[in-house]
């Protein structure tokens, strides 16, 4: 699937899980430059636009793969003829055996003015925070924030953040790992951070190691305040295996479904399924009380279940508390990103009035290994 435009996310990620076949973001590209100065290495806008399109493709069409259209662009188009920013790396197509761009020589250059050089921008700085950190074989997984990727490592332990803010200001960004099973006495959480770098020296702010920041063991969550439009990824280390209080669908479980959104609960009776106000004694309340049975696929996004009322009333079994655990097998909570019609016209976004809650679910993982990575591996 090409993501362009994102309003088909979820009809054909359905398709795909319901066909049972891979899914790819096969292509995408954009400029979301907002400086009005054409093409340039520097503007942060750039990055982060192609960072949180990367994040809103891994969270709502859940793909096997994402792939850049073109990484690498001509320098000389991008510059003189189209004035854009596409592309992550630039060099001229048309250098010669002397490494010297033909149409710059044409255009009058002379000397390192018709070289041909190798070029990067702030959208391979911004990149870099996922293609640096997520490697193949890596699970996503939920991250319950809709600016967050996450990821467990193939190698076991831990996992890997890649946070978006596109905020004027910084802001503070609660890691709750409180899904995990179990949190070493010495985790820690170390962010490396991408800013706007200056235009001598186009990635010298990118990638910025901060230093380990320990883990709250008690709380079970970092309390971690990232740089005013930026892209952080954050190690985490010293986590590992699934809390028993983590949401997930379990085989035989009874409960009740509410709407994220509308609030109201899922109902069947005999004229079929509606939606109804919840009831607070859903306990005995048949039409909204939902058993789980589990067909395949537990424990990855692609988990089937099959949800019936339950004929008789009883008490739940395992009755979480309200809210009520969402299907986040087949998508995970969190709230949808807005409409970003032409992809070359970054959002408009508010800071939010409390610091987002990251937390990682890794009672859903991707069902086959995944992992972002360009043709060329930036």
């Known amino acids: ?170 802001r503070e960004v609660v890691i709750d790992l409180a899904g995990f099973g179990h949190i070493a006495s010495d985790a820690t959480v170390t962010p490396f951070t991408t800013t706007e770098s200056p235009a001598d020296d186009v990635t010298a702010n990118a990638l910025v190691p901060g230093d380990a920041i320990p883990v709250d063991t008690e709380s079970a969550s970092v309390t971690v305040t990232v740089p005013a439009k930026s892209v952080t990824s954050f190690e985490v280390a010293g986590t590992s295996g699934v809390s028993d209080e983590a949401p997930a669908f379990v085989d035989g479980q009874e409960l009740q479904l509410i709407g994220v959104q509308s609030q109201l609960a899922l109902a069947g009776d005999t004229g079929g399924v509606t939606i109804q106000a919840p009831s607070d004694l859903h306990e005995t309340d048949a039409a909204q009380s939902w058993r789980v049975e589990s067909i395949d696929g537990e424990g990855t996004n692609r988990h089937r279940v099959a949800l019936t009322n339950r004929p008789t009333p009883r008490s739940r079994r395992n009755p979480p508390s309200r809210p009520t655990p969402q299907n986040r097998a087949s998508r995970p909570n969190l709230v949808s990103p807005p409409n970003r019609g032409n992809p070359r016209t970054p959002p408009n976004r508010e800071k939010p009035e409390r610091p987002p809650r990251v937390r990682p679910h890794p009672t859903v993982t991707s069902s086959r290994p995944q992992a972002v990575r360009p043709a060329s591996h930036l």
């Open 1 to 170: 699937m090409h993501t362009y435009g994102q309003g088909s996310w979820l009809l054909v990620r359905d398709i795909a899980k319901t066909a049972e076949k891979p899914l790819w973001m096969s292509e995408v590209e954009g400029d979301y430059d907002t400086s009005g100065q054409g093409f340039n290495l520097t503007n942060i806008d750039n990055g982060l636009g192609m960072a949180q399109h990367i994040v809103d493709d891994l969270r709502e069409l859940e793909p096997d793969a994402w792939v850049f259209w073109q990484p690498v662009e001509d320098t000389y188009n991008m510059e003189f003829t189209e004035k854009l920013n596409w592309g992550s790396i630039f060099i001229d197509f048309d250098c010669d055996a002397d490494g010297f761009s033909a149409r710059r020589i044409a255009d009058g250059a002379t000397g390192d003015d018709a070289a041909c050089q190798v070029l990067t921008n702030a959208k391979f700085n911004a990149v870099r925070n996922f293609t640096h950190f997520i490697e193949p074989g890596d699970r996503l997984i939920p991250a319950g924030d809709q600016n967050t990727t996450a990821a467990l490592p193939a190698t076991g332990g831990g996992v890997t953040l890649v946070h978006v803010n596109h905020n004027e200001q910084p």
